[in-house]
């Protein structure tokens, strides 16, 4: 069973295109973000999101926004795809309580604009 | 702010080898939470430990061990015997406080083993 599946694995579209990314949690947790990782492998938070509700909202462009249809599901849409939006996508997510809490990964989605 | 500062960017080191992997951290909150995540080839991120601030013990997991040292903060990773396997980007991270559980990366460490 995957604990955070993302689909698609790999997105190949055209500049000015609008694109989604869909990641689901089987895990019960609380919270789900989403990573963007660049082309020289820099991992940084974009958006985080606590039992539906946003809570970061890191330096993103408005092109993106993530919707979260219940705690179990966290989109990402992509709107006017732009080259500098190519990238790998990982969906998260984590349990909130005491202690360090694990923050699991998704697979990626590979997102070439061209 | 957080922050997360590995300074190795590539490692080399031919299989046998140990290889220490270091992580310095900064941060003003007094609960935190580190950890330490694997990238193999194959591009999937795989947890490998978290550690609280409060919890300083050094932990051992097969051929993997960590040492967290607050006085230095410094949370260093070091594989034992290294395999062909082990070759990865290795990332440390930092979360806690502000940030909430949010995981703030370093650059990653690329560690290329050799038979």
């Known amino acids: 069973d995957t604990a955070v599946s993302q689909t698609p694995k790999y997105l190949v579209t055209q500049m000015g295109n609008d694109k989604s990314i869909k990641c689901e949690q089987n895990l019960g947790h609380d919270t789900m973000y989403w990573y963007k990782q660049d082309s020289k492998k820099f991992l940084k938070i974009m958006f985080s999101y606590n039992n539906k509700e946003l809570i970061i909202n890191e330096t993103v462009p408005n092109r993106f926004s993530p919707k979260s249809p219940d705690k179990a599901h966290l989109n990402l849409h992509i709107n006017s795809l732009e080259l500098g939006d190519s990238a790998v996508y990982f969906c998260?997510?984590?349990?909130?309580?005491?202690?360090?809490?694990?923050?699991?990964f998704g697979q990626g989605t590979r997102l070439t604009v061209v | 702010a957080q922050k997360v500062t590995q300074a190795q960017t590539e490692i080399s080191v031919v299989e046998k080898e140990d290889v220490t992997l270091d992580c310095v951290y900064e941060?003003?909150?007094?609960?935190?939470?580190l950890f330490w995540y694997k990238q193999p080839p194959s591009g999937e991120l795989v947890f490998l430990i978290r550690?609280?601030?409060?919890?300083?013990q050094n932990e051992i997991s097969g051929r993997y061990s960590w040492n967290f040292q607050k006085s230095t903060s410094s949370f260093n990773f070091t594989i034992t015997a290294s395999q062909v396997v082990d070759s990865a980007v290795y990332f440390c991270a930092l979360s806690g406080g502000n940030s909430g559980y949010a995981l703030n990366f370093g650059k990653g460490t690329s560690l290329l083993v050799t038979p």
């Open positions: 550690r609280n601030s409060f919890d300083e």
């Open positions: 998260a997510s984590s349990q909130d309580g005491t202690g360090a809490p694990r923050v699991v």
């Open positions: 941060t003003r909150d007094t609960t935190y939470y």
